[in-house]
């Protein structure tokens, strides 16, 4: 499976635009239900209105209805940035598997929790009311 992921992470990374940085990302991600979502970076003039690789498979995933759990992604060829791992942090759990492929094929594989310790959750700000 991860090979066919990292596979689909190449091949969408090439559909980047990225028309700024001319630095494409890919990403492949795999439901709980072993759905394969790609995603690449859409860049805009305005940075701050470009989305990652990670975030587009995600919102692909959602705007699928697809089972919003996320059991592993490959991103290539550089780690999440802090909004995407925090985004990740939404549909993962503390050990799903996150695969960086580098530009030489080298993978690293780190769980969630060791990209994004101590991170901020929901039940951070949901409170149980008392009765």
């Known amino acids: 499976m991860l090979e066919d992921m990292i ?8 559909n980047a635009h990225a028309p700024y940085s001319r630095f494409h990302v890919g990403a492949c991600l795999r439901t709980e239900d072993d759905q394969l979502i790609t995603g690449c970076n859409v860049e805009n003039a305005a940075y701050g209105s470009t989305i990652c690789a990670e975030a587009t498979a995600i919102t692909r995933m959602v705007a699928a209805g697809l089972t919003p759990k996320i059991k592993e992604i490959v991103v290539t060829p550089c780690p999440p940035c802090g909004n995407c791992r925090q985004m990740l942090r939404e549909f993962c759990d503390d050990d799903a598997l996150i695969h960086v492929v580098n530009d030489n094929d080298e993978v690293t594989t780190l769980k969630l929790i060791d990209y994004l310790p101590n991170s901020f959750v929901a039940e951070h700000f949901v409170k149980e009311t008392a009765e």
Do not use: F, I, S
């Open 7 to 14: 596979k689909r992470a190449r091949e969408v990374q090439a």
